[in-house]
């Protein structure tokens, strides 16, 4: 069986899993999507990242299943994060959002204002390990 079927197969989920829990990853630096996706699989929660808001609202729209969505306030472009937050949270009222941005960052008041639950987290505690508990913390409060 391939790699890429062993890791989606029901029956091969390592102990412990998180099965049905999906976390949607969205950065415009690749190093830091790759980080923060590898950090979520070993919770054992599965993961999906892009590169653009416009994929991830992709991803929302095909009706895939996502619990969580981490986005980088550095995501540019068409859909930058507090449109893309803003976005994600008119298709699915009930989808967890955290945002990542530097301290020094003035994240979007935009974003804030409008998806007054999201939880702001500084990008750092993801690169430092600290992701646990930023997922606990999102699913803690999700809509049954």
Same mark, same amino acid.
């Given at each position: 069986?391939?790699?890429?079927?062993?890791?989606?197969?029901?029956?091969?989920?390592?102990?412990?899993?998180?099965?049905?829990?999906?976390?949607?990853?969205?950065?415009?630096?690749?190093?830091?999507?790759?980080?923060?996706?590898?950090?979520?699989?070993?919770?054992?929660?599965?993961?999906?990242?892009?590169?653009?808001?416009?994929? #991830?609202?992709?991803?929302?729209?095909?009706?895939?299943?996502?619990?969580?969505?981490?986005?980088?306030? %550095?995501?540019?472009?068409?859909?930058?994060?507090?449109?893309?937050?803003?976005?994600?949270?008119?298709?699915?009222?009930?989808?967890?959002?955290?945002?990542?941005?530097?301290?020094?960052?003035?994240?979007?008041?935009? %974003?804030?204002?409008?998806?007054?639950?999201?939880?702001?987290?500084?990008?750092?505690?993801?690169?430092?390990?600290?992701? %646990?508990?930023?997922?606990?913390? #999102?699913? #803690?409060?999700?809509?049954?």
């Amino acid at each position: 069986m391939p790699q890429a079927d062993i890791e989606t197969d029901s029956g091969k989920l390592p102990q412990g899993s998180c099965y049905r829990i999906q976390v949607l990853v969205v950065g415009r630096h690749k190093r830091w999507r790759d980080e923060v996706s590898a950090q979520v699989r070993m919770l054992g929660y599965q993961v999906t990242a892009c590169d653009r808001g416009v994929d #991830a609202m992709t991803v929302l729209a095909l009706g895939l299943p996502v619990d969580v969505l981490v986005v980088d306030a %550095a995501l540019q472009g068409g859909l930058c994060c507090a449109q893309l937050a803003l976005e994600a949270r008119a298709l699915r009222p009930g989808l967890r959002i955290v945002l990542a941005s530097n301290p020094v960052d003035a994240l979007d008041r935009k %974003a804030t204002i409008a998806v007054p639950d999201a939880l702001l987290v500084p990008r750092d505690q993801f690169q430092n390990g600290l992701i %646990a508990s930023t997922m606990r913390e #999102a699913l #803690a409060n999700r809509a049954a």
